[in-house]
Each structure stands twice: as C-alpha cells, then as structure tokens.
C-alpha cells in the first residue's frame, strides 16, 4: 500500500498511522464514461484476451510516495503483455481430460451423497427423528459445496479457463450453470465487464457500495443527518447478511443491485430512461438490458432458454416426487451454493 508524504516529520512521527496524503499530486477531474473499456472481447477476460491492450500508458505523476515501512515507493507501470509474458508457458495450457475430470468428480460426489442419505438415512437405518434431521441438514450443506464447485467450473468455462476450444468452454458452462438457475452467457458478459472495471465506481457492474449522499437520499435524511453508528447495530448487520446471503444473487441478477446506474451513458443508448430497480428495465434477462450491447442479444436468449429448461424440469419432479421432497435434495443445496458464493 502506497501512501502520499507530506512531510518527513510528520512521516516519521506517525508511521503506523500514516493516510493517503499527497500535497503533490491534483486530485484528477476526469470522470470515465462506462462506455470507456479495453478493446478486448466482452466474453472473456484471460490474460490473452488483454495482450492487444499492452502500449504503455503515460507516466502520471503522483508526487513522492513511501510505503507503510517508510521506504520510497514507485507505482508499477508494468504493461499486460509484460506480465503475461513472465508468466510460464505451461500455466497456460488447458487439458480437456483433466478439466473434465473434476466435473466427472462433483457429479459423482452428487450422486453418491444423494444415494447414501436416499437409501440410508431413512426410519428404518435411523429411528430417532432429531438424528434425521440433522443428518439431512448435512446432506444439504455437503450438497452445497459440490454444487459450488460445479458452479465454478462453469465461471472457468466463462473465463475461457476450462479449454482451449471456445465452443467445449461455451456449452460446459452453459449446461453446468443452467442446472445452477444461472444465466450463463449473461452473467459471463457482465461478469466479464466487472473484471474490466473492477474498483470503478462510475463503471463497475457489481459491489459499488452506496456515497453518504446516495444512501442519505435512499432514507429521505440529510446527509448529516447519518450516523456512522447506526450502520454497525447488530441488528442492522444481520438483517443485511441474512438479506445479502439468501436472496441477494436473485436480487442482482433481476434489478442490477450493487451495479452502476449510469445506463443514460451507454454507447447504443439502450440505457435511455433505464435504472436499476424492479420494473428498471435492467437485468441478466432482458435482451434489451443496457447491461450489453445489441450484438449480445442471442447470448442472453441462450440463457434465458437454458433457466426455462432447468426450471421446467425442476417443476416435472416436483410433482413426481413432492415439493417437500425437491425442497431438501435441491433447493436448500442451492441456497447453500448461493451463501458461499456470496462476499
């Protein structure tokens, strides 16, 4: 972490509180437009995909920095392709056996824990009733985790991380992420737009935290009116988490949630009279969200194809098996997927 000097004195006398001071340094007006973004392809964000984006940016001076140890400190203007190429060779490389392999693995670790509880953790094996429950609340959770690891195979595959053939990346995430109720060609083209602007508060696509002006506006107070406090009460805190890590991911997915709202700036104008919101005409869904561009249309009805058939399916074995049923063997094992996925 690089901090600004602005006076050895104080420097020396304070070093382990030291803050982002900076005399030197202007603090820059220029506000990036969330139409501005590296050249690369929206649909993966790999180290090869930024090689093209390797001329070397201006030298932009930030005055005279010194690192939380005191010594001077110098930003690295290393370039992508700089760093792509010290990387080895062979991390590159992508074996379709072995990635397959693991989703081999986590639908086999699916399978048997579902056969084991099925046939086992029954009246008969177990008579107390607490013991069951217990059992299968582990049945959920151990679900849980196996189903995470499929969802993120399917992320690699969005990553191009999974193969060196696009088209074996493309249709393995879009089947393991359907089975997951993810919009998988969706998510990957916004996911792909968060890697770019990561840290961006004008152009970022998810975790944007709130300005006191923003969130003083969301409660109808002043600005001074807020209390830092008042975020911290416990009983605030757990009404967020519970919130966050159950349906925080079907909040995002459907309004944009946590997203930018600059979409009057997109470069199609497909954001025009659009915000994020329920009913905001912004989502992971809609064809028209100024969440992509107009080329990306038949992505998005991919994947709105490949939910309906999840979903379908799910109905199907709900009424062959039971609500109460599909209610312990898949939808408490996804919600766990969810609460893990979540920050």
């Given at each position: 972490?690089?901090?600004?000097?602005?006076s050895?004195?104080?420097?020396?006398?304070?070093?382990?509180?030291?803050?982002?001071?900076?005399g030197?340094?202007?603090?820059?007006?220029?506000?990036?437009?969330?139409?501005?973004?590296?050249?690369?392809?929206a649909?993966?964000?790999?180290?090869?995909?930024?090689?093209?984006?390797?001329?070397?940016?201006?030298?932009?001076n930030?005055?005279?920095?010194?690192?939380?140890?005191?010594?001077?400190?110098?930003?690295?203007?290393?370039?992508?392709?700089?760093?792509?190429?010290?990387?080895?060779?062979?991390?590159?490389?992508r074996?379709?056996v072995?990635?397959?392999?693991?989703?081999?693995?986590?639908?086999?670790?699916?399978?048997?824990?579902?056969?084991?509880?099925?046939?086992?953790?029954?009246?008969?094996?177990?008579?107390?009733?607490?013991?069951?429950?217990?059992?299968?609340?582990?049945?959920?959770?151990?679900?849980?985790?196996?189903?995470?690891?499929?969802?993120?195979?399917?992320?690699?595959?969005?990553?191009?991380?999974?193969?060196?053939?696009?088209?074996?990346?493309?249709?393995?995430?879009?089947?393991?992420?359907?089975?997951?109720?993810?919009?998988?060609?969706?998510?990957?083209?916004?996911?792909?737009?968060?890697?770019?602007?990561?840290?961006?508060?004008?152009?970022?696509?998810?975790?944007?935290?709130?300005?006191?002006?923003?969130?003083?506006?969301?409660?109808?107070?002043?600005?001074?009116?807020?209390?830092?406090?008042?975020?911290?009460?416990?009983?605030?805190?757990?009404?967020?988490?519970?919130?966050?890590?159950?349906?925080?991911?079907?909040?995002?997915?459907?309004?944009?949630?946590?997203?930018?709202?600059?979409?009057?700036?997109?470069?199609?104008?497909?954001g025009?009279?659009?915000?994020?919101?329920?009913?905001?005409?912004?989502?992971?869904?809609?064809?028209?969200?100024?969440?992509?561009?107009?080329?990306?249309?038949?992505?998005?009805?991919?994947?709105?194809?490949?939910?309906?058939?999840?979903?379908?399916?799910?109905?199907?074995?709900?009424?062959?098996?039971?609500?109460?049923?599909?209610?312990?063997?898949?939808?408490?094992?996804?919600?766990?997927?969810?609460?893990?996925?979540?920050?």
């Amino acid at each position: 972490m690089a901090v600004g000097k602005s006076s050895g004195v104080a420097a020396e006398k304070n070093a382990s509180q030291r803050k982002a001071i900076n005399g030197d340094s202007a603090v820059s007006s220029y506000a990036p437009s969330p139409a501005d973004s590296p050249r690369h392809s929206a649909s993966s964000t790999s180290l090869s995909s930024l090689a093209s984006t390797d001329a070397p940016a201006p030298k932009k001076n930030y005055g005279k920095l010194i690192d939380t140890y005191g010594n001077e400190f110098e930003v690295p203007d290393f370039t992508i392709k700089e760093i792509r190429d010290a990387i080895p060779k062979h991390c590159f490389e992508r074996s379709n056996v072995r990635s397959f392999s693991y989703v081999a693995r986590d639908i086999a670790l699916l399978a048997t824990t579902f056969y084991l509880w099925h046939n086992f953790v029954t009246p008969e094996y177990v008579p107390n009733k607490a013991a069951r429950v217990v059992l299968w609340g582990v049945y959920t959770f151990l679900q849980g985790l196996f189903g995470t690891g499929i969802w993120v195979l399917a992320h690699e595959c969005g990553h191009g991380a999974f193969s060196a053939s696009k088209t074996v990346c493309n249709v393995t995430g879009w089947f393991l992420h359907s089975a997951l109720l993810v919009p998988y060609y969706s998510w990957q083209l916004s996911h792909s737009k968060h890697h770019k602007a990561t840290g961006n508060m004008e152009r970022d696509m998810v975790f944007l935290p709130r300005t006191r002006e923003q969130q003083a506006t969301r409660l109808g107070k002043m600005v001074h009116e807020l209390h830092e406090l008042a975020e911290e009460t416990p009983i605030v805190t757990l009404i967020h988490l519970v919130g966050q890590q159950t349906i925080g991911w079907w909040n995002y997915l459907l309004t944009n949630v946590t997203g930018h709202n600059n979409h009057e700036r997109h470069r199609e104008g497909r954001g025009k009279g659009k915000k994020n919101g329920f009913g905001g005409g912004v989502n992971h869904f809609d064809p028209r969200s100024p969440l992509y561009e107009n080329r990306d249309a038949w992505a998005i009805i991919m994947s709105d194809i490949g939910i309906a058939c999840t979903i379908s399916i799910l109905v199907y074995l709900c009424k062959q098996f039971g609500t109460a049923n599909m209610f312990v063997w898949y939808f408490l094992p996804y919600m766990w997927v969810n609460q893990i996925l979540q920050p």
